[in-house]
């Protein structure tokens, strides 16, 4: 059926939509936390995109240690202009043609808050560990060595203190807490995070302990601290460039 069909090519469109956001606006979340990304409303919460500083802000506010401590932690990132267009432009043209269809099928039926779901007329989004098998057909693509989601954020955050220590201000700290089987839970205060490391969802110690070997760090103001961190990190991939060139390269074979 042609609704079938159209529905396939939204979830490969959803499926690279993923590895561009995943890898394009700082430090990775988790794939949970990816996962849960919101375009609208639901009855009992906001969405996590939104427009701020003339980019696309992606506001989250899960983190791994919530279901231990019953609090949760503000995440902030900003998609790259182009990233963020293809975002807005899904939101604005796709999502009501796809709930146009669905209500064909059944007259009651909604589609789900969730960035990345099936129209299928029950809600379903995304499970968990689908991701990493999206990365690898995109590293297959790519012709790189295969990476998962993990790897991946650790690979990031030892980039980023390579390049980017001494660019954001950052303060020393002293290493602290107690190791957990992945994680350090410790609260140093928002004064006292880095911004990477809060857009990977670490405390600054296990970022820069446990992901990239050292013990530098920090800023101030999640909002402002998440646009620099997501600027400097685009910079460093040349996306901006590579999206224009790959842009006239279209234009020109046309």
Same mark, same amino acid.
């Given at each position: 059926?042609? $609704?079938?069909?159209?529905?396939q090519?939204?979830? !490969?469109?959803?499926? $690279?939509?993923?590895?561009?956001? /995943?890898?394009?606006?700082g430090q990775p979340? #988790?794939?949970?936390?990816? @996962?849960s990304?919101m375009?609208?409303?639901?009855p009992?919460?906001? #969405?996590h995109?939104?427009?701020?500083?003339?980019?696309? !802000? +992606? %506001?989250? *506010?899960y /983190?791994k240690?919530?279901?231990?401590?019953?609090?949760?932690?503000?995440?902030?990132r *900003?998609l790259?202009s182009?990233?963020g267009? @293809?975002?807005?432009?899904?939101i604005a043209?796709?999502?009501p043609?796809?709930q146009f269809?669905?209500h064909q =099928? $059944?007259?009651?039926?909604?589609?789900?808050? /969730?960035l990345?779901?099936y129209?299928?007329?029950?809600?379903g989004?995304?499970?968990?560990? %689908? @991701?990493?098998?999206i990365l690898y057909?995109?590293?297959n693509r790519s012709?790189?060595?295969?990476?998962?989601v993990s790897q991946? =954020?650790? +690979?990031?955050?030892a980039?980023?203190?390579?390049?980017?220590?001494?660019?954001?201000? *950052?303060d020393?700290?002293?290493?602290v807490?107690?190791?957990?089987?992945?994680d350090i839970?410790?609260?140093?205060g928002?004064?006292?995070m880095g911004?990477?490391?809060e857009?990977g969802?670490?405390s600054?110690?296990?970022?820069n302990?446990?992901?990239?070997?050292?013990n530098t760090l920090? !800023?101030?103001?999640? !909002?402002? =601290?998440g646009f $620099?961190?997501? %600027?400097l990190?685009?910079?460093?991939?040349?996306?901006d460039?590579?999206f224009?060139?790959?842009?006239?390269s279209?234009s020109?074979?046309?």
């Open positions: 059926l042609q $609704h079938e069909i159209y529905e090519k939204v979830q !490969m469109f959803l499926k $690279h939509l993923a590895v561009v956001v /995943h890898l394009s606006a979340l #988790r794939e949970p936390e990816l @996962l990304i375009w609208q409303n639901s009992n919460e906001r #969405r995109i939104w427009i701020q500083y003339g980019k696309v !802000m +992606i %506001r989250t *506010f /983190h240690g919530q279901q231990h401590s019953g609090t949760s932690k503000e995440n902030v *900003f790259p182009p990233v267009n @293809l975002v807005l432009d899904f043209y796709v999502q043609f796809r269809l669905l =099928r $059944h007259p009651t039926a909604l589609l789900s808050s /969730h990345w779901s129209a299928d007329g029950k809600q989004s995304w499970v968990s560990g %689908r @991701l990493t098998g057909k995109a590293c012709g790189i060595c295969k990476f998962n991946w =954020r650790q +690979i990031s955050a980039i980023c203190k390579e390049k980017f220590s001494g660019i954001l201000g *950052f020393t700290v002293d290493e807490g107690e190791e957990d089987d992945d839970a410790v609260d140093i928002e004064e006292k911004a990477f490391a857009q969802n670490h600054v110690q296990v970022f302990r446990s992901y990239a070997g050292s920090v !800023m101030s103001n999640v !909002m402002n =601290r $620099h961190a997501s %600027r990190w685009s910079e460093f991939l040349g996306l460039a590579l224009k060139d790959s842009k006239r279209r020109l074979s046309s």
